[in-house]
């Protein structure tokens, strides 16, 4: 092989002739850690919701998706949290397709995988922001302790330290919803996927929400995919998706 002067080993590496081996090489370290679904398929009925969706979420990377009302985005978000079954397709964390494990495999590889963060919070009333937070942590099996250190942890980074042994019920609209962040966050989750999560605060609260999912991103590396209406969060997200008539658009 004759080195053209100037041009390092690298430089030729990355020269269009190398594009296979290049492509080879991303798809092999890529492919690893990965979560990906592949030709996905739903219906209720005689409604096909989704007619063959495939989608690949980057690590460390914020993903909205957007749509009209009905056209499939929860069904979608709730097949990528195998929170429901598709009909066909493949769901693939990693290595492994998920797709079809049983209910009981599928709870435990959410609760150790996947955070989840609705439009309205589904905090437990009788437990204090503080249990919350733990309670995805206890279901794992981690010490009563360890659990409290880490979700005193979350909190305070989601500005609410003063509101630990506070219920839902006595905290504001913006703060429930932290909460939940920091519930999602507790077991170091892959992903976290979120559906409509501003969809019932004000601007203000909105774009405080925002703000911290684009911050836990940056300092956390955490991975989100975001069903959203907020076309100024769709906009800033790294990649959005337009889901219509069940394709993605
Ligand atoms: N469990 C269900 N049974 C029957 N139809 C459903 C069910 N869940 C959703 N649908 C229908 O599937 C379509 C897509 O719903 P959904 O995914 O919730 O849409 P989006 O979140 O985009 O508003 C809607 O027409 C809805 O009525
Ligand atoms: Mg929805």
Redesign the pocket.
């Known amino acids: 092989m004759k080195f053209t002067k100037g041009k390092n080993i690298f430089d030729l590496f990355m020269s269009d002739k190398y594009l296979p081996l290049q492509t080879l090489i991303y798809l092999l370290v890529f492919s690893y850690h990965m979560i990906q679904i592949k030709n996905i398929k739903k219906s209720?009925g005689t409604?096909q919701?989704l007619k063959g969706i495939d989608l690949v979420i980057p690590e460390r990377q914020i993903v909205t998706i957007v749509?009209a009302?009905?056209?499939?985005?929860?069904?979608l978000l709730h097949i990528l949290g195998t929170l429901d079954y598709p009909d066909e397709g493949e769901v693939w964390y990693d290595q492994e397709n998920v797709a079809h494990y049983s209910p009981n495999k599928l709870a435990d590889f959410r609760n150790h995988n996947i955070g989840f963060v609705f439009q309205f919070h589904h905090l437990l009333p009788e437990f204090t922001a503080l249990e919350n937070v733990c309670m995805p942590a206890w279901i794992k099996g981690c010490g009563r302790k360890e659990a409290e250190r880490k979700a005193f942890e979350l909190l305070e980074l989601m500005g609410l330290k003063e509101r630990i042994s506070h219920k839902p019920a006595e905290l504001s609209g913006g703060e429930q919803q932290r909460v939940s962040v920091a519930r999602a966050l507790i077991n170091s989750p892959k992903i976290v996927l979120a559906d409509e999560p501003s969809g019932n605060l004000d601007t203000q609260t909105k774009n405080e929400l925002h703000k911290l999912f684009f911050s836990l991103r940056d300092e956390l590396g955490q991975t989100f995919v975001i069903?959203t209406h907020d076309t100024e969060l769709a906009e800033m997200s790294d990649r959005k998706i337009h889901?219509s008539d069940g394709q993605i658009a």
């Open positions: 209720y409604l919701v749509g009302s009905g056209a499939g985005k929860s069904t069903v889901l």
